[in-house]
């Protein structure tokens, strides 16, 4: 019922840059917090950053101060800008939506399909 599209995802070099998309689409009423996960190889998947739907956010510390996430409400899609990017911030990166549905009175969470993010050392 819930589609999420990322896009943005690549290969750069250390200190460099890249910024994620993820678009919703769906019968969607609501949207309680759209999140950017990631999952290092061989590591389990990790939250990176959350904005809720009153536009509050929230960081792993391990990217505080240089990614930055933010969201357009009438496009229902969320960005995730990660600048003087990292080795260690290599891997695969999820987006999730938690919304609500027509027809439905609880929030759930759906998940992107992943986008590769590859940063050389």
């Known amino acids: 019922q819930v589609q999420l599209v990322e896009s943005g995802g690549g290969l750069v070099q250390a200190g460099g840059s890249l910024r994620l998309s993820c678009a919703a689409s769906?019968?969607?009423?609501?949207?309680?917090?759209m999140n950017w996960y990631r999952q290092a190889p061989g590591k389990e998947r990790e939250l990176v950053a959350a904005?809720?739907?009153?536009?509050?956010?929230n960081y792993a510390d391990s990217v505080k101060g240089r990614f930055t996430i933010s969201k357009d409400n009438a496009k229902k899609t969320v960005y995730l800008q990660m600048n003087s990017l990292e080795f260690e911030d290599t891997g695969v990166y999820y987006c999730?939506?938690?919304?609500?549905?027509?027809?439905?009175?609880?929030?759930?969470?759906?998940w992107g399909q992943g986008t590769q993010v590859t940063v050389s050392s």
């Open positions: 999730n939506v938690v919304a609500r549905l027509y027809g439905s009175e609880w929030n759930r969470g759906y």
């Open positions: 904005i809720t739907g009153g536009g509050a956010t």
């Open positions: 769906g019968s969607i009423i609501s949207i309680n917090a």
